[in-house]
């Protein structure tokens, strides 16, 4: 049996989630077009006849600018210690960038076998992919660079394969129908927060906190109660969120409830909440109070 922990780091909006997603063929970690929008550490584990790898996906890696962004980079780096492996994603640019050079400093520091993936390579031609892979061979940081479309599938199945080459001999960490480690309130607390940020647009940047206030299922009947509040960092974000006689709430409330019912398959009765914590990613005691520990 192969297993291990296999750590995938990037920036934001590299495709880190995306694909998750097609490894897995469950959407667990949300995915929006917005910067910052994986928050926490999310366990997915992948599961054959032979092996067990758990992907650590994680928060994109970014300068720090208040006490929610300083726990981010906390938890991608602490991600990286007990790894078996490290997986670098990086997309379709052409040169390396800040961000990319901040995250090669902390790699540097890992000593473990190392992937480099390209993503988004069907969007350059054969001679952009080499230019960037030559690129990355001069660092002699990586021991595999591979390019691959996660949206479209290509050269998923040749990663997954390199992973379980390079991974030791090991116990069956989970269960094998086990498919993350996040329980059913935090994906559904998720999946409320990626339609507020697809609908919201760029009128709220990042700060919604979605905080799960009761989760009970009926004692009669396959439905569950769900109430739930959106918790935001300024007062003039209330309107907006709200929207003009609650449009833009009920639109957030009726496409998250319709993808939590095909997730819990279960019909639900979802409410939400808008409630205010003025600057709340600023403060050590909110972003505690919050989960992000």
């Known amino acids: ?3 291990g922990f296999v750590s995938v780091v990037g920036r934001a909006n590299v495709g880190k989630s ?67 492996i490290v997986t670098f994603i990086v997309d379709n640019s052409l040169t390396i960038g800040r961000l990319d050079k901040m ?45 691959i479309s996660a949206l479209n599938d290509e050269n998923i199945g040749k990663y997954i394969e390199t992973v379980k080459e390079i ?5 069956l960490y989970y269960p094998s129908d086990m498919i993350t480690d996040k329980n059913e309130r935090f994906i559904v607390s998720e999946i409320i927060r ?8 760029n009128e709220i940047p990042h700060g919604i906190f979605v905080r799960i206030d009761q989760f009970k299922k009926r004692e009669d009947k ?17 309107e907006i969120v709200i929207g003009k006689n609650g449009s833009k709430i009920k ?18 009765n979802l409410k939400l909440w808008v409630k205010v914590e003025k600057d709340w990613r600023k403060k050590q005691k909110l972003v505690d109070r919050f989960g992000y520990k």
């Not at 230019?131 to 595999?144: A, E, H, M, P, S």
């Not at 990626?194 to 647009?201: D, G, I, P, Q, R």
């Open 18 to 84: 995306t694909l998750m997603e097609k490894i897995l063929g469950e959407k667990i970690s949300i995915i929006s077009n917005k910067p910052q929008t994986t928050r926490d550490e999310i366990k997915i584990i992948y599961n054959d006849e032979n092996s067990q790898i758990i992907f650590l996906d994680t928060p994109g890696i970014q300068t720090p600018r208040n006490k929610l962004q300083e726990h981010l980079l906390e938890v991608s780096e602490d991600s990286l210690k007990d790894s078996d």
């Open 251 to 268: 639109k957030i409330g009726m496409e998250a409830r319709c993808e939590i019912e095909v997730f819990m398959d279960s019909k639900i």
């Open 1 to 3: 049996m192969k297993s």
């Open 103 to 147: 995250i090669l400093e902390i790699l540097e520091k890992v000593n473990a076998p190392k992937i480099l993936l390209i993503n988004k390579c069907d969007l350059l031609e054969e001679g952009e992919i080499e230019q960037i892979k030559r690129t990355y061979i001069g660092l002699n940081t990586f021991d595999y660079i591979i390019p």
């Open 167 to 171: 991974l030791p001999e090991g116990p």
């Open 194 to 201: 990626e339609k507020a940020l697809k609908n919201l647009s």
């Open 222 to 238: 396959n439905l569950y109660d769900i109430y739930a509040s959106l918790i935001l960092e300024r007062p003039s974000h209330k």
